[in-house]
């Protein structure tokens, strides 16, 4: 086929789910130390948004954390009422206004 439509490169499954959280609203956002028990909230009251091969996690009129989507691993809780990101090493949780189910 000479004129078709080109094929999309294969993304991760990481990539697949923060794409698919794009323009989410969050309740909070965390930062998981070391402990599992030690978190910190670093933002509160924000949305997920993507930008130019960047996720982009903004509270207010702060951007709170961003990151290139190909440089992070994603995962959602068991729960369905977050997701979490690692990226270089550090754990960050982003807590929905409202699970999965109630999109």
């Known amino acids: 086929m000479l004129f078709g439509k080109k094929k999309n490169k294969a993304r ?3 990539a697949e789910l923060i ?20 978190e910190t909230i670093i933002g509160k009251d924000g949305v997920i ?26 995962y959602e809780l068991m729960n369905l009422s977050g997701i979490n990101l690692v990226f270089e090493g550090v754990s960050y949780v982003a807590y929905y206004t409202k699970g999965i189910e109630n999109k």
Do not use: W
């Open 19 to 38: 794409l698919s959280r794009h323009g989410r609203e969050i309740k909070y956002m965390t930062r998981r130390g070391a402990a599992a028990a030690d």
């Open 49 to 74: 948004n993507i930008v130019e091969n960047e996720l982009v996690i903004s509270c207010g009129n702060d951007i709170i954390f961003r990151a290139p989507i190909d440089r992070l691993q994603a």
């Open 12 to 14: 991760s499954p990481s």
